[in-house]
């Protein structure tokens, strides 16, 4: 194959400047076809080539000997680029950034889904890599030869160093006029996907910041377009003094609340509990790569997560304004439950930061009955609320509890001792049908948790607030009968808007009438809504979110599963392109597409009792045993209070209240009043897009119907380039805060709950 004297055509073709430009070439546009779906096959080429090219020219200006290990390193090193951007996507929808190699560690932990998201042609990335080690590996005549023919020289000094000159200006051209996108799938099109990496590496991730002076709750108030806060604002105090159990729920979409399989509900314990809560069907998530970490410091501290790396990486180490620390001030007992080890995301750091007084983890759980990464929920909620019953008991003082559970986690292979819901033949062997049966178990482990409250008398004084921690179906990873399935569960193609889409449950028995909340939501809300009900003041401490119960209008900023300068309004989520101008935008659901189930339910007793009786009664009374909920469709003024219905009439003692065609107060003071209005009719939904396009139609408003003004939810008809600017600004000024606040220095650790329970494993 190597002669002593090849031809130079033969000499041309058979020179690993060739061999591994056409084997990068495939590379690349494999890479492309996962993230962009080839929509612009020359683009591919011209931004990848200028910079294999560089790093080859470069290998024929400086090797001397050993040229072909060269190339065969940076032929790994490209490889492993392309494939982890290709893995990366394939979750979280974004490009992934050196960044991330801090969080290689956690990998070993979460291969199934890992495994999960490979499909086996992701694999032809490697051919090459597997065929050079098989050929030069057992031949040594073939490895001999390759390295001689490797060795001379091919492309002399006076053509090479021009040559890396010309590639290296040509990447420069490619990367400068795109430095400013702030969508990272448009900006890594535009740059290629190497030259993206490089550019984050030599400007240190190309993040900007705000004068920490500047960062004022004036300013943030302004930026979210929030009206002056209401005097005495709906339900504050209403769960004053009660015990705070927050759960945050491993993948748990909204999608699935109030749906059934053939008869069969998915969620039938949570599908209750709603019926007798206040129900925010219209929440979204707004975690980042950290995923459940990142759910946990923003429910704890209503701050937004930083940019390429967990919360747990780039804020733990400061001291957080935090939910814990003000229930502290005011004497509770602050505990998190976690049943996988404190190590995992660094949340021993974390919970430092937050101000969590203990901690349980997999020490105090023990490894019974593990599902996942540790005991399943049921351990976890039996075992939590043993404990949270101890302490109330020997301290006398209410608690702030959060239990993180995990038993539905990604790539969700529930054991079969633990499938409940028995689905139809079509859902065997899809991705759609395992996610179902293990959200089906979640659901099964939390009715167990509401009973053990309910046994252990804490049910009746407590404030217990349930939301998902961050989606669980990617849609950049679904196949077609995936898809499909999902269709024809919801009724409507699957796009980002159901994504994202996230539940949020807030009950308190005896203080808080039931209700649809149907205003915008995002996590970062939830400390404030919580603050508000606690009957604490969020004065002088800053925070991003806002009092679900008393603010309508919403904006809020995404940077993960959607690029960066992504955001949600009242009406819609829009996705930049380049810019503002070319963005694309997804209509979310209506208030009454969000709620329909509980309307299609209210006959026959679905429903809880609707409020806003007269004379200001905090509930109305149910009818013939079972009422509808009531529907809080928002008209953008403050001081409504859950449980006023939208609508026309008067609610009258067991009136049902349906989504969209509710009873409306004649008069109640107990929990404000509200504008009558109409609730939407259901938006059509947006098809998903190929492989790298953002979901529903792009560029504009042409799939959009309606406008501002016949929408009772008082958001805008379109995002316009303020709310793009604004939600950008306000991500920057969050970073800008949480890098002036102090150190955990002087911050005491949270104790060990294990070591202060020696009877922890002893049931």
Not at 575 to 604: M, N
């Amino acid at each position: 194959m190597f002669e002593e004297q090849p031809s130079r055509a033969k000499r041309f073709w058979l020179s690993p400047f060739v061999l591994f430009t056409v084997a990068l070439v495939f590379k690349m546009y494999l890479a492309a076809y996962v993230i962009y779906g080839l929509e612009h096959p020359w683009l591919t080429l011209m931004t990848g080539l200028p910079t294999v090219w560089a790093a080859f020219f470069l290998i024929e200006l400086l090797a001397r000997r050993r040229k072909l290990m060269a190339y065969l390193i940076v032929n790994l090193l490209f490889t492993a680029i392309y494939f982890a951007v290709i893995m990366y996507y394939k979750y979280f929808g974004i490009i992934v950034t050196y960044h991330a190699l801090s969080q290689a560690g956690q990998v070993t932990e979460v291969k199934g889904s890992v495994f999960q998201l490979l499909h086996p042609y992701f694999m032809l990335i490697f051919v090459d890599i597997v065929l050079s080690w098989l050929l030069l590996g057992f031949s040594k005549r073939l490895r001999r030869g390759w390295q001689r023919a490797a060795n001379r020289r091919f492309i002399g000094w006076w053509l090479a160093l021009p040559g890396f000159v010309l590639a290296a200006a040509a990447c420069l051209a490619l990367i400068w006029p795109h430095r400013g996108i702030a969508n990272e799938l448009v900006q890594t099109e535009r740059m290629g996907i190497v030259n993206y990496e490089l550019f984050l590496i030599a400007t240190g991730g190309n993040e900007s910041f705000v004068p920490v002076s500047s960062v004022t709750q004036a300013e943030i108030d302004r930026l979210k377009g929030l009206p002056q806060p209401a005097a005495e604002p709906a339900s504050f105090g209403a769960a004053k003094g009660r015990n705070i159990i927050v759960v945050q729920l491993e993948a748990l979409q909204n999608f699935v609340i109030g749906k059934s399989v053939d008869g069969k509900e998915i969620t039938p314990n949570l599908n209750s509990l709603i019926r007798e809560s206040v129900y925010f069907p219209r929440f979204y998530q707004q975690a980042g790569s950290g995923n459940t970490s990142d759910a946990e410091f923003l429910t704890n501290t209503s701050l937004y997560v930083p940019l390429r790396v967990p919360a747990t990486q780039a804020y733990s180490g400061r001291s957080l304004p935090s939910l814990p620390k003000l229930l502290e001030r005011e004497g509770y007992e602050t505990m998190t439950f976690h049943t996988n080890d404190v190590s995992f995301w660094n949340r021993s750091e974390l919970y430092r930061a937050l101000g969590f007084d203990r901690y349980y983890d997999t020490e105090f759980f023990g490894d019974e009955d593990v599902v996942a990464f540790g005991a399943s929920d049921e351990v976890l909620y039996r075992k939590s609320v043993q404990e949270l019953a101890k302490v109330r008991e020997e301290t006398g003082k209410p608690f702030y509890s959060m239990l993180i559970s995990m038993s539905s986690h990604h790539p969700y292979n529930i054991p079969e001792r633990k499938v409940k819901l028995d689905l139809p033949e079509r859902y065997d062997d899809s991705f759609v049908g395992d996610y179902l049966r293990a959200q089906n178990y979640t659901d099964y482990a939390l009715g167990q948790l509401i009973q053990e409250l309910k046994d252990e008398g804490l049910w009746e004084n407590s404030l217990l607030v349930l939301y998902g921690d961050h989606m669980g179906l990617p849609i950049y990873s679904l196949t077609e009968e995936d898809l499909r399935l999902l269709e024809e569960l919801d009724g409507r193609k699957y796009d980002s808007s159901q994504m994202l889409n996230i539940p949020l449950i807030v009950t308190a028995p005896g203080a808080l009438a039931p209700a649809v909340e149907t205003g915008i939501g995002g996590q970062s809300d939830i400390m404030p809504t919580i603050a508000n009900l606690a009957g604490l003041s969020l004065d002088g401490q800053l925070h991003f979110g806002q009092d679900l119960l008393n603010e309508r209008a919403n904006l809020l900023p995404e940077r993960y599963y959607l690029p960066s300068g992504s955001f949600i309004n009242d009406r819609e989520i829009f996705i930049p392109g380049t810019g503002f101008g070319d963005g694309s935008r997804i209509e979310l659901p209506s208030a009454e597409a969000a709620a329909g189930w509980l309307a299609a339910g209210a006959d026959g007793g679905a429903g809880a009792a609707a409020s806003g009786a007269e004379g200001g009664d905090a509930a109305g009374t149910a009818g013939a045993g079972d009422a509808a909920t009531a529907v809080n469709a928002g008209s953008g003024e403050p001081g409504a209070g859950t449980g006023v219905a939208a609508g026309s009439g008067q609610a009258g003692p067991g009136a049902s209240a349906a989504p969209g065609s509710a009873a409306a107060p004649a008069g109640g003071s107990g929990a404000g009043q509200k504008a009558a209005a109409e609730a939407p009719s259901p938006a059509a939904s947006a098809a998903p897009g190929g492989p790298g396009e953002p979901s529903g139609a792009a560029g504009g408003e042409g799939s959009l119907g309606g406008s501002a003004d016949d929408r009772s939810d008082g958001g805008p008809a379109t995002a316009t380039q303020e709310q793009f600017d604004r939600a950008l600004k306000l991500l920057r000024m969050s970073d800008s805060y949480v890098r002036s606040l102090p150190t955990t220095e002087g911050d005491p650790a949270p104790v060990n709950g294990a070591a202060t329970d020696s009877s922890a494993n002893a049931d």
